[in-house]
């Protein structure tokens, strides 16, 4: 047994293109999740347009190099600094502007 009944098709096969902001009103509307209707709208062959994903902010800079940058400010020997590697790279920049 579906969740949507044929006024649900109906409504969802009037539009010509679907995106999320689209489904997601329909689904909160209706009492269903979002998912849920993109994939009946992919199921029903009907045109659902993708959010494009946002951009990943870079500066080109690794997280290895912001530790040899640290260690340089501190005049310490690399292996002394080794766990740093695993911290958060907010956390990196932060106690560089700090030392450096």
Do not use: Q
Not at 25 to 33: D, P
């Amino acid at each position: 047994m579906s969740k949507y009944t044929d006024a649900m098709v109906g409504a969802l096969t009037s539009r010509e293109t679907w995106d999320n902001a689209a489904a997601a009103a329909f689904a909160s509307e209706h009492g269903l999740s979002t998912r849920s209707v993109v994939s009946k709208i992919l199921s029903l062959g009907l045109t659902y347009v993708k959010a494009d994903k946002p951009a990943r902010k870079t500066d080109g800079v690794r997280k290895a190099d912001v530790v040899r940058a640290i260690e340089a400010a501190l005049s310490v020997p690399a292996e002394s600094l080794a766990g740093l590697a695993k911290a958060d790279r907010a956390a990196l920049d932060s106690l560089l502007r700090v030392v450096g």
